[in-house]
């Protein structure tokens, strides 16, 4: 690689950090040992081609194009957190895969109608998941708390609403939604 590709793919991982919070090859990385999955799995998982997973993980290219793709890669980290909680069985996780492999992404506004056997929660978790793709699509999680913060003294229901939504944990999310349904 000369000096010019080794700027370039420096270039990537560091929009990929502003964007995504850490390089993509570190996050394909830790889904692959988290999910025991190779790296074929996962592309056809994200609904990525192998190629293109690979210049994604390498730095050749920065951005994930599709929303949907995006969608899935938070839908993947959360479910690698309850397989490693222990909430999610390897069995359940194989499953969960499937689902979010067929997953389109899209609108919060959109039913798709895929809730599961444990009733409402996974619908509200769905929307709120989508809440937090769409925000942590347009900025980073420093950024989304800066403006936060900037709102916060004149509107701070809506600074609220960012820093929960787009810098915090997904249950703290469902519970503020869970709050404002009345």
Known sequence: M???QQEATARAREL?????GEPLGALFRRLIDDLGLNQARLAAVLGLSAPMLSQLMSGQRAKIGNPAVVQRVQAL??????VADGSVSAGEATDRMEEIKKSQG???LTATGQT??????????RVVREIQSLLRSVAAAGDIIDASDALAPTHPELAEFLKVYGAGRTADAVAHYEGHQS
């Open 2 to 4: 000369d000096a010019a």
């Open 116 to 125: 599961t056997s444990t009733g409402g929660a996974p619908t509200v978790r």
């Open 16 to 20: 990929q950090r502003s964007w995504y």
């Open 106 to 108: 899209g609108s919060v």
């Open 77 to 82: 980290q959360e479910l690698a957190s309850q």
